[in-house]
């Protein structure tokens, strides 16, 4: 069964340090991998996506993640974190074989302090 | 990126009433997807909706339960029926962008309580 893993409920970073949210998934083939954001009493921002190609993808508000095939992971990067980071985010898979339906992480919360 | 709107954005409703929640895109598109993310989870897939056909139900979802329209190809609207306190939840609708296998926008949502 295709499966998203997000090991941490919650990341807590201090303003200006590097950050990063962890993925893992569990899908046959090479899926499509997404992240999104969730700011309170919103709805989800996408962030960014890995179809092909690079394994590093840039995404909105400076946010970057890595796609590592052999480790089945897709880890959100951000080189300098900012206050108004903090948010729910959410890791996402797509099968590639499929109509494709996302399947969703249960979140990691990213509090920034100042 | 489309642009969604949901109506109502929220709701308190007393268990046993049935609730609409309407989704309006700003363009035409094929396949609209209902999410719902109950308090302090993930989100979790209702139904896919093409226009024209019945929506199709993932494992869990019944449509007695959630009736889902999709008249057009830039609206659909969800009911949640027959209510219980654990209906209380969001209701996100979402759609592809540019077709399959893309990112999906999601609308704000409905956050939805039951007492």
């Known amino acids: 069964a295709q499966s998203v893993a997000q090991p941490e409920d919650q990341v807590n970073v201090a303003e200006g340090n590097p950050l990063t949210v962890k993925c893992t998934y569990s899908?046959?083939?090479?899926?499509?991998l997404f992240w999104y954001v969730q700011y309170p009493n919103r709805g989800l921002q996408f962030l960014l996506k890995y179809i092909t190609g690079d394994n590093l993808v840039k995404g909105s508000y400076g946010f970057e993640a890595e796609f590592n095939k052999s480790q089945t992971s897709f880890h959100l990067k951000k080189p300098s974190a900012l206050v108004s980071d903090s948010a729910l985010y959410f890791c996402?898979?797509?099968?590639?074989?499929?109509?494709?339906?996302?399947?969703f992480g249960k979140g990691t919360k990213l509090s920034v302090k100042p | 990126s489309a642009v969604i709107s949901q109506k109502p954005s929220r709701d308190i409703c007393q268990r046993g009433t049935s609730l609409t929640i309407q989704c309006q895109v700003d363009s035409q598109v094929t396949m609209m997807f209902w999410y719902r993310q109950q308090p302090g989870q993930s989100l979790t897939l209702i139904a896919t909706a093409n226009q024209g056909s019945e929506a199709t139900y993932e494992s869990g979802f019944v449509i007695d339960k959630f009736p889902i329209s999709r008249p057009n190809l830039t609206f659909s609207t969800l009911t949640v029926s027959n209510m219980s306190p654990e209906d209380s939840s969001i209701y996100l609708c979402s759609v592809d962008s540019r077709g399959t296998y893309n990112e999906q926008f999601f609308g704000p949502g409905t956050r939805l309580t039951v007492l």
């Open positions: 899908v046959s083939g090479n899926p499509y």
């Open positions: 996402a898979v797509r099968d590639r074989g499929s109509q494709g339906n996302l399947i």
